[in-house]
């Protein structure tokens, strides 16, 4: 491989040459405080100096204008406006020795370009501003620029400007069969189809691309491909999380919800209204009560001896966190234990957030399945009445215990070690295993007990009932046998039988009992303080509430058009998604020490745009994939490569690996495989047993039929061993709102796609679809039209026909390899010639184009 | 670091991590190296400090074995043999499993002296007593949370919860590879009839990208995953598929300019060596017949345990990072003396190999090597059992533990820290699970505070917002 060397000197080479710092960081007169200043005290400064009164030193703060300028212990100010000479601030970044800011010991250190930059400002009069992601967005006015040409809608004259600012221009636009495969894949996660690739080149009407985008936007596959990009910000997955990591049966109905919200273009308020609050929307739909399912995405510890409260404030911090990411995208957690050391949230105000979720218990519901209501609703009340019927002799007996039982435990919950150490768990067991492996609600078991018997439903009777008699024998053993418990079960168990299926679905609801929530010393459940009220960070618009304040009124503050974080944060990941690089590149992180906007007005353009239209979002993708900005070639702009490296000026497209689903997908779309099947429950496609040996006792029975080779949306999620081909490819931990993928290039991902069976059940596929044709040629055209939506050009059949010949030789010596490479596809024949065709289609699908939109 | 210079750095390192992520980043840091030309790219990771040890090895005893059974003697413990625990011991402890009704459990074992050093250890470990005079033991372990998983998180990642890498992850990301066809961070795990509880969480790369995640080998198995050829496709046919696509994928780098192309190229270079490699590592026939019984591979008992305490051996002469290890069967909360002498049998003669074979190959001076579990055990019986003999066990306790190290860094034939007469409480040079790993990183050259990764708006690090080095256990 005398080429390959040859590119890794040529890869060494690159790394040494020396580039210059993106051209967004270099500060241009006049100063500006978000751009030039800000940046520097966070960096630097609030560590000590900021919002946290825990750890301030010397009684300076520099992320308020007031604490900057206000008198010091030493009576001096740190910043004293247009004298940089008598500002304290100054004098201690210029001191040395122990005066010296930041000191020695932290490995601080400002540059001297810094120190300079703080003193112009403070000469300039050190004028203040308000973060500029706590100010809600204008309608900016689209700039000037001078080749109008170009510019196919208001996005282009954003990073137009830009461009030509910086005595640059774009790319041309894309051909058009990569253009409908680029499209495709985003919109869709699918690659086009050859007959939808030909048809599109050759449609000559000026609309042929609004056209060919409305169609893909109309796809049911939008939602699904969508699907996962929201599901990344849910931390959604099919387990449980700690320990033993069981099985959450119904987790998929949320996943399926939010498919179908997005194919139905539900706008994006109601689309997170429904999955904050949902449950407490006033006459509320079943599919409205489904949406907090994004609530019910945190961890369960189900392990006997957990403290419950302990896992229940810790499940409510993680969805204050994720609530915090995904809408606001703000780092809420850093004010968990202490005040936010750079961005104005107090501690304090995280426990006001906190106590929307506080009072949300975690529940799962009937939701039935089209068809199933109204079959179950009838063999229900008959289920009702044989069992009761069945204890009727007993019942008074049992419902005795059964009190007995419930008062015990809750004693023995309340009075820890006193009793007979037997007791010692029951009740904490009853809160966390009631319902394990069904991923029934948490705590459910507890709410019910503590519900006066006369107020509990029909069902939560029965329920409880059910767990008492599987759990409660230490009551009293003996009395246990003796009215014969087991054997009722046994035949309640029969009467189940005849039981319809009934879908359920995770979500939330308001708690019985209103818990009051105090600010937690460092964080520590055990350690409560100061009693707080619901309410929401200062420095946001006003929250209001028309009667008692309850989560849904925070939905609603979420999704204000008041609220200067949501939309900007919403459109700034779906750019992201299209571009591979958000305006704002911290898109988990919006506070002041995030990174700045490359284009701050267009992310303002997009935002107050995406509002305006009633947050339709599948309009906002149609804005940005029509842009000419989008339609540009993703080729490599060596002139650009060592001032703009990472393509911040958006000279070009971005090239880009596909995320793990869709290298999936894409293999088994493009080569023939795909069973297109949309919803339904998880399911779980030949992996190698030693992925599922790394949990604990795991099993993983690979589906036989179609269900093999559905698309990766469906794939089960172990939290514990997820699926080694995603893991691979950078599929995120689900513990935490993922907002951007990392796209890594590993030899592990080369082996994957070479040697794992669903690959090389693709390649025996592509082999299988395009061996009808006469001649290799044909064959390579058809293959390569499928896998890049193009013809292979003279190098690569040349390359192909000589592999091909040479393969098949081998083949023809060592023909007992022929089976093995054929497998059990009924129409490939198990002669040499295929057999050397699936090794070429092999390639094909490891093609780094293949895996990669261009 | 300024702003500016802060943006530069991690300008450079998102450049690498595109331009040839994964271990291809590793590996041509690794080339780099050896080019002299590393310093340019990654001077602002480390090594921060003069590095003791180069490569670590994990031997992760996850379930928690019981430090009163095995080394961590408590003669005093048969005076309160089967009475309820004095009060005393008790005073601001809080925690759910720890109930003060329970009994004394007096250890059933015996303890004796080994070495100069006169470390004690208990008949179930003749073999570790071999190499006290090797390691340091440290009896004042501490820890935050009381449950497996969330404990055994914060040992490998530094939180109690899921989503930060793993420390393995951390030095694989500080440090890189040094070598081109293995990951940096390997995981082996002994099929001892489960998985570990936490499963893969425990070596996840969490923020970081995915090369640096553990990759798990398996002796049993194809070692890494997608390792083996697809049945039919020979070395040499493996060989041209990737020659013919290297071809069509070079053609592609020069119509569309994009290095990304040169990296993936790279990568299957990389996974045809590893191919190549993998087989050898795993196949010990290149063994002494004494190394193999040294490990136990001439006994069903100690062959899962001291196949991998060989192949950990191999990994580091080859270059591998961080090589971490799992028995997982220690979570005896009833009859603990049975299982005990159990998993004794099955780890304990292959760790002590491990140490003397990285001795006399003189591997041990730049090697660390860990021996521990997540927390520790109750002095009392487990309350759940009742007392019946030989069914009795031991709960978990968070408050005071005991581990060893050993190898680069580490000061050998030492005890450090002590405990009051039941082992509740640390009265000696308590140590948190955040300073074990500060002490850690610090022998491999790295100051935790400074190995950082930006992450939701902040620098995140292992040892989270604490830990200090102990300086007690350095050399």
Same mark, same amino acid.
């Given at each position: 491989?005398?080429?390959?060397?040859?590119?890794?000197?040529?890869?060494?080479?690159?790394?040494?040459?020396?580039?210059?710092?993106?051209?967004?960081? !270099?500060?241009?007169?006049?100063?500006?405080?978000?751009?030039?200043?800000?940046?520097?005290?966070?960096?630097?400064?609030?560590?000590?100096?900021?919002?946290?009164?825990?750890?301030?030193?010397?009684?300076?703060?520099?992320?308020?204008?007031?604490?900057?300028?206000?008198?010091?212990?030493?009576?001096?100010?740190?910043?004293?406006?247009?004298?940089?000479?008598?500002?304290?601030?100054?004098?201690?970044?210029?001191?040395?020795?122990?005066?010296?800011?930041?000191?020695?010991?932290?490995?601080?250190?400002?540059?001297?370009?810094?120190?300079?930059?703080?003193?112009?400002?403070?000469?300039?009069?050190?004028?203040?501003? /308000?973060?500029?992601?706590?100010?809600?967005?204008?309608?900016?006015?689209?700039?000037?620029?001078?080749?109008?040409?170009?510019?196919?809608?208001?996005?282009?004259?954003?990073?137009?400007?830009?461009?030509?600012?910086?005595?640059?221009?774009?790319?041309?636009?894309?051909?058009?069969?990569?253009?409908?495969?680029?499209?495709?894949?985003?919109?869709?996660?699918?690659?086009?189809?050859?007959?939808?690739?030909?048809?599109? =080149?050759?449609?000559?009407?000026?609309?042929?691309?609004?056209?060919?985008?409305?169609?893909?936007?109309?796809?049911?596959?939008?939602?699904?491909?969508?699907?996962?990009?929201?599901?990344?910000?849910?931390?959604?997955?099919?387990?449980?999380?700690?320990?033993?990591?069981?099985?959450?049966?119904?987790?998929?109905?949320?996943?399926?919800?939010?498919?179908?919200?997005?194919?139905?273009?539900?706008?994006?308020?109601?689309?997170?209204?429904?999955?904050?609050?949902?449950?407490?929307?006033?006459?509320?739909?079943?599919?409205?009560?489904?949406?907090?399912?994004?609530?019910?995405?945190?961890?369960?510890?189900?392990?006997?001896?957990?403290?419950?409260?302990?896992?229940?404030?810790?499940?409510? /911090?993680?969805?204050?966190?994720?609530?915090?990411?995904?809408?606001?995208?703000?780092?809420?957690?850093?004010?968990?234990?202490?005040?936010?050391?750079?961005?104005?949230?107090?501690?304090?105000?995280?426990?006001?957030?906190?106590?929307?979720?506080?009072?949300?218990?975690?529940?799962?519901?009937?939701?039935?399945?089209?068809?199933?209501?109204?079959?179950?609703?009838?063999?229900?009340?008959?289920?009702?009445?044989?069992?009761?019927?069945?204890?009727?002799?007993?019942?008074?007996?049992?419902?005795?215990?059964?009190?007995?039982?419930?008062?015990?435990?809750?004693?023995?919950?309340?009075?820890?070690?006193?009793?007979?150490?037997?007791?010692?768990?029951?009740?904490?067991?009853?809160?966390?295993?009631?319902?394990?492996?069904?991923?029934?609600?948490?705590?459910?078991?507890?709410?019910?007990?503590?519900?006066?018997?006369?107020?509990? !439903?029909?069902?939560?009777?029965?329920?409880?009932?059910?767990?008492?008699?599987?759990?409660?024998?230490?009551?009293?053993?003996?009395?246990?046998?003796?009215?014969?418990?087991?054997?009722?079960?046994?035949?309640?168990?029969?009467?189940?039988?005849?039981?319809?299926?009934?879908?359920?679905?995770?979500?939330?609801?308001?708690?019985?009992?209103?818990?009051?929530? !105090?600010?937690?010393?460092?964080?520590?459940?055990?350690?409560?303080?100061?009693?707080?009220?619901?309410?929401?960070?200062?420095?946001?618009?006003?929250?209001?509430?028309?009667?008692?304040?309850?989560?849904?009124?925070?939905?609603?503050?979420?999704?204000?058009?008041?609220?200067?974080?949501?939309?900007?944060?919403?459109?700034?990941?779906?750019?992201?998604?299209?571009?591979?690089?958000?305006?704002?590149?911290?898109?988990?992180?919006?506070? =002041?020490?995030?990174?700045?906007?490359?284009?701050?007005?267009?992310?303002?353009?997009?935002?107050?745009?995406?509002?305006?239209?009633?947050?339709? @979002?599948?309009?906002?993708? %149609?804005?940005?994939?029509?842009?000419?900005?989008?339609?540009?070639?993703?080729?490599?702009?060596?002139?650009?490569?060592?001032?703009?490296?990472?393509?911040?000026?958006?000279?070009?497209?971005?090239?880009?690996?596909?995320?793990?689903?869709?290298?999936?997908?894409?293999?088994?779309?493009?080569?023939?495989?795909?069973?297109?099947? @949309?919803?339904?429950?998880?399911?779980?496609?030949?992996?190698?047993?030693?992925?599922?040996?790394?949990?604990?006792?795991?099993?993983?029975?690979?589906?036989?039929?179609?269900?093999?080779?559905?698309?990766?949306?469906?794939?089960?999620?172990?939290?514990?061993?997820?699926?080694?081909?995603?893991?691979?490819?950078?599929?995120?931990?689900?513990?935490?709102?993922? /907002?951007?993928?990392?796209?890594?290039?590993?030899?592990?991902?080369?082996?994957?796609?070479?040697?794992?069976?669903?690959?090389?059940?693709?390649?025996?596929?592509?082999?299988?679809?395009?061996?009808?044709?006469?001649?290799?040629?044909?064959?390579?055209?058809?293959?390569?039209?499928?896998?890049?939506?193009?013809?292979?050009?003279?190098?690569?059949?040349?390359?192909?026909?000589?592999?091909?010949?040479?393969?098949?030789?081998?083949?023809?010596?060592?023909?007992?390899?022929?089976?093995?490479?054929?497998?059990?596809?009924?129409?490939?024949?198990?002669?040499?010639?295929?057999?050397?065709?699936?090794?070429?289609?092999?390639?094909?699908?490891?093609?780094?184009?293949?895996?990669? %939109?261009? | 670091?300024?702003?500016?210079? +802060?943006?530069?750095?991690?300008?450079?390192?998102?450049?690498?991590?595109?331009?040839?992520?994964?271990?291809?980043?590793?590996?041509?840091?690794?080339?780099?190296?050896?080019?002299?030309?590393?310093?340019?790219?990654?001077?602002?990771?480390?090594?921060?400090?003069?590095?003791?040890?180069?490569?670590?090895? +994990?031997?992760?005893?996850?379930?928690?074995?019981?430090?009163?059974?095995?080394?961590?003697?408590?003669?005093?413990?048969?005076?309160?043999?089967?009475?309820?625990?004095?009060?005393?011991?008790?005073?601001?402890?809080?925690?759910?499993?720890?109930?003060?009704?329970?009994?004394?459990?007096?250890?059933?074992?015996?303890?004796?002296?080994?070495?100069?050093?006169?470390?004690?250890?208990?008949?179930?470990?003749?073999?570790?007593?071999?190499?006290?005079?090797?390691?340091?033991?440290?009896?004042?372990?501490?820890?935050?949370?009381?449950?497996?998983?969330?404990?055994?998180?914060?040992?490998?990642?530094?939180?109690?919860?899921?989503?930060?890498?793993?420390?393995?992850?951390?030095?694989?990301?500080?440090?890189?590879?040094?070598?081109?066809?293995?990951?940096?961070?390997?995981?082996?795990?002994?099929?001892?009839?489960?998985?570990?509880?936490?499963?893969?969480?425990?070596?996840?790369?969490?923020?970081?990208?995915?090369?640096?995640?553990?990759?798990?080998?398996?002796?049993?198995?194809?070692?890494?995953?997608?390792?083996?050829?697809?049945?039919?496709?020979?070395?040499?046919?493996?060989?041209?598929?990737?020659?013919?696509?290297?071809?069509?994928?070079?053609?592609?780098?020069?119509?569309?300019?994009?290095?990304?192309?040169?990296?993936?190229?790279?990568?299957?270079?990389?996974?045809?060596?590893?191919?190549?490699?993998?087989?050898?590592?795993?196949?010990?026939?290149?063994?002494?017949?004494?190394?193999?019984?040294?490990?136990?591979?001439?006994?069903?008992?100690?062959?899962?345990?001291?196949?991998?305490?060989?192949?950990?051996?191999?990994?580091?002469?080859?270059?591998?990072?961080?090589?971490?290890?799992?028995?997982?069967?220690?979570?005896?909360?009833?009859?603990?003396?049975?299982?005990?002498?159990?998993?004794?049998?099955?780890?304990?003669?292959?760790?002590?190999?491990?140490?003397?074979?990285?001795?006399?190959?003189?591997?041990?001076?730049?090697?660390?090597?860990?021996?521990?579990?997540?927390?520790?055990?109750?002095?009392?019986?487990?309350?759940?059992?009742?007392?019946?003999?030989?069914?009795?066990?031991?709960?978990?306790?968070?408050?005071?533990?005991?581990?060893?190290?050993?190898?680069?860094?580490?000061?050998?034939?030492?005890?450090?820290?002590?405990?009051?007469?039941?082992?509740?409480?640390?009265?000696?040079?308590?140590?948190?699970?955040?300073?074990?790993?500060?002490?850690?990183?610090?022998?491999?050259?790295?100051?935790?505070?400074?190995?950082? +990764?930006?992450?939701?708006?902040?620098?995140?690090?292992?040892?989270?917002?604490?830990?200090?080095?102990?300086?007690?256990?350095?050399?």
């Amino acid at each position: 491989m005398r080429k390959t060397t040859g590119i890794l000197a040529f890869i060494l080479f690159l790394a040494t040459v020396q580039y210059p710092l993106a051209m967004a960081d !270099t500060p241009s007169p006049p100063l500006r405080f978000n751009r030039d200043i800000l940046p520097l005290l966070a960096d630097h400064c609030f560590k000590c100096h900021a919002a946290d009164s825990a750890t301030r030193k010397g009684g300076l703060r520099l992320d308020t204008e007031e604490g900057a300028r206000s008198l010091l212990k030493s009576g001096v100010a740190a910043i004293v406006p247009g004298n940089r000479d008598t500002s304290a601030l100054f004098q201690r970044i210029t001191a040395t020795g122990d005066d010296r800011m930041p000191p020695e010991e932290t490995g601080d250190e400002l540059s001297l370009e810094a120190i300079e930059r703080l003193g112009a400002w403070i000469d300039g009069g050190a004028t203040w501003e /308000t973060h500029w992601a706590y100010v809600a967005p204008k309608l900016p006015a689209t700039p000037q620029i001078s080749d109008a040409a170009w510019v196919r809608n208001p996005i282009d004259a954003f990073t137009l400007a830009r461009l030509e600012e910086a005595g640059t221009g774009p790319s041309p636009e894309t051909d058009r069969r990569t253009l409908l495969r680029r499209v495709s894949l985003d919109l869709t996660g699918l690659p086009p189809s050859p007959e939808a690739v030909e048809a599109f =080149v050759l449609d000559n009407r000026p609309d042929a691309y609004d056209r060919a985008v409305d169609g893909l936007l109309a796809s049911p596959h939008f939602g699904e491909k969508w699907a996962r990009w929201w599901l990344d910000l849910a931390g959604y997955a099919d387990s449980d999380g700690f320990l033993s990591d069981f099985h959450r049966p119904q987790a998929w109905r949320y996943r399926q919800w939010v498919v179908d919200a997005l194919n139905e273009n539900m706008p994006f308020d109601g689309f997170s209204i429904a999955q904050i609050a949902g449950d407490l929307v006033p006459d509320g739909t079943i599919k409205e009560k489904m949406g907090p399912g994004f609530l019910r995405n945190t961890l369960a510890n189900r392990e006997g001896g957990a403290d419950l409260e302990e896992y229940r404030v810790m499940q409510t /911090t993680e969805r204050v966190i994720s609530v915090g990411t995904v809408w606001l995208g703000e780092t809420l957690e850093c004010a968990r234990c202490h005040d936010h050391k750079y961005d104005p949230i107090s501690q304090r105000e995280f426990y006001q957030f906190y106590a929307f979720f506080n009072n949300a218990d975690e529940v799962n519901i009937d939701a039935p399945l089209p068809g199933q209501r109204e079959a179950y609703e009838a063999a229900w009340a008959t289920y009702v009445a044989a069992r009761e019927a069945l204890l009727e002799p007993v019942a008074t007996e049992l419902a005795d215990l059964q009190a007995q039982w419930e008062e015990k435990a809750q004693w023995a919950a309340d009075h820890p070690g006193e009793g007979n150490y037997h007791w010692d768990r029951a009740w904490e067991v009853l809160g966390l295993v009631w319902g394990q492996s069904y991923g029934e609600g948490q705590l459910e078991g507890t709410y019910i007990s503590r519900k006066p018997i006369a107020e509990r !439903t029909v069902e939560e009777r029965i329920r409880l009932q059910d767990y008492f008699f599987a759990r409660g024998s230490l009551v009293n053993e003996t009395r246990f046998s003796e009215l014969k418990v087991r054997e009722l079960v046994a035949q309640i168990d029969e009467l189940k039988k005849a039981l319809p299926p009934m879908s359920r679905a995770p979500t939330m609801r308001a708690s019985r009992e209103l818990r009051p929530t !105090t600010i937690m010393h460092r964080g520590d459940f055990r350690v409560p303080g100061e009693a707080v009220d619901l309410g929401t960070p200062e420095i946001l618009h006003a929250f209001e509430s028309d009667g008692t304040p309850d989560r849904l009124d925070l939905a609603r503050w979420i999704v204000d058009r008041q609220n200067p974080l949501t939309a900007r944060v919403t459109v700034n990941r779906l750019w992201q998604e299209l571009f591979g690089r958000g305006i704002v590149v911290t898109s988990d992180d919006f506070g =002041v020490r995030g990174a700045r906007p490359s284009h701050p007005d267009l992310l303002d353009w997009l935002a107050v745009t995406f509002v305006d239209s009633g947050w339709d @979002i599948k309009a906002l993708l %149609k804005t940005m994939v029509l842009s000419a900005t989008y339609r540009q070639s993703s080729d490599a702009r060596p002139e650009l490569r060592q001032r703009d490296p990472a393509n911040i000026l958006l000279a070009r497209q971005n090239r880009m690996r596909l995320s793990a689903e869709i290298t999936r997908d894409n293999a088994l779309a493009a080569s023939g495989l795909l069973h297109r099947a @949309i919803g339904g429950p998880s399911v779980r496609p030949p992996q190698p047993d030693s992925v599922t040996k790394e949990a604990f006792d795991q099993t993983w029975v690979a589906e036989e039929g179609p269900d093999r080779y559905r698309r990766g949306l469906y794939t089960f999620i172990q939290r514990t061993s997820p699926f080694g081909q995603s893991v691979n490819f950078d599929f995120p931990d689900t513990n935490r709102a993922c /907002t951007r993928r990392e796209r890594s290039n590993t030899p592990l991902q080369a082996l994957n796609l070479l040697n794992d069976v669903t690959f090389f059940d693709a390649a025996r596929s592509l082999a299988q679809e395009t061996l009808g044709q006469v001649t290799l040629d044909q064959r390579l055209d058809q293959a390569f039209l499928r896998c890049v939506a193009r013809l292979p050009d003279e190098t690569e059949r040349a390359r192909l026909h000589q592999f091909h010949g040479e393969e098949k030789e081998r083949l023809i010596h060592q023909s007992e390899r022929v089976p093995d490479i054929v497998g059990n596809f009924e129409s490939l024949p198990a002669d040499s010639d295929s057999a050397a065709w699936v090794m070429v289609c092999s390639v094909i699908l490891n093609l780094d184009e293949f895996n990669t %939109k261009e | 670091m300024d702003h500016a210079h +802060y943006r530069d750095i991690q300008g450079r390192r998102d450049f690498f991590r595109s331009c040839a992520g994964g271990i291809g980043t590793i590996a041509l840091h690794g080339l780099l190296s050896r080019e002299g030309r590393a310093a340019q790219a990654l001077e602002s990771l480390v090594p921060h400090i003069a590095p003791r040890a180069k490569n670590v090895i +994990y031997l992760f005893m996850a379930g928690a074995p019981s430090q009163y059974d095995l080394i961590a003697p408590k003669p005093i413990m048969t005076k309160w043999h089967g009475t309820p625990v004095p009060e005393h011991f008790m005073k601001g402890l809080q925690d759910q499993l720890m109930k003060s009704t329970a009994q004394v459990f007096a250890s059933p074992r015996t303890f004796q002296p080994y070495g100069e050093s006169g470390m004690e250890f208990s008949d179930f470990l003749p073999h570790t007593g071999s190499i006290a005079d090797e390691i340091c033991m440290i009896h004042s372990m501490h820890t935050d949370v009381s449950n497996h998983h969330p404990a055994q998180l914060l040992m490998n990642c530094g939180v109690p919860r899921f989503g930060h890498p793993a420390m393995g992850s951390w030095v694989s990301y500080g440090l890189g590879s040094e070598c081109d066809n293995l990951p940096g961070f390997v995981v082996l795990t002994s099929d001892s009839g489960k998985g570990i509880d936490g499963g893969s969480s425990n070596w996840s790369n969490g923020f970081l990208p995915a090369s640096h995640r553990g990759v798990t080998f398996r002796s049993d198995g194809e070692g890494v995953l997608y390792l083996d050829n697809p049945k039919g496709v020979n070395a040499e046919s493996q060989r041209a598929r990737i020659d013919a696509l290297g071809d069509l994928n070079a053609h592609h780098l020069e119509q569309t300019g994009d290095l990304e192309i040169a990296s993936r190229i790279a990568s299957y270079e990389m996974a045809f060596n590893m191919q190549l490699s993998v087989p050898g590592l795993m196949d010990f026939s290149d063994e002494s017949e004494a190394t193999k019984t040294m490990y136990g591979l001439d006994k069903d008992t100690t062959t899962p345990f001291g196949t991998n305490c060989l192949m950990a051996r191999r990994m580091v002469e080859r270059g591998v990072r961080f090589v971490q290890l799992y028995h997982s069967t220690w979570d005896d909360h009833s009859e603990l003396n049975k299982n005990l002498k159990i998993n004794c049998a099955m780890t304990d003669q292959p760790c002590a190999a491990l140490i003397k074979d990285l001795k006399q190959r003189g591997l041990l001076d730049e090697t660390l090597v860990i021996w521990g579990g997540e927390f520790g055990r109750t002095p009392m019986n487990e309350i759940r059992r009742g007392n019946t003999p030989g069914q009795e066990g031991r709960d978990h306790h968070p408050f005071a533990f005991s581990l060893w190290m050993a190898g680069g860094g580490i000061k050998p034939g030492t005890v450090v820290g002590a405990t009051d007469e039941l082992g509740f409480q640390i009265t000696e040079d308590p140590i948190h699970v955040h300073d074990l790993q500060a002490t850690i990183l610090h022998c491999l050259g790295i100051n935790h505070e400074r190995l950082t +990764y930006r992450h939701q708006g902040r620098d995140i690090r292992l040892t989270d917002v604490a830990g200090n080095v102990v300086e007690k256990v350095l050399a």
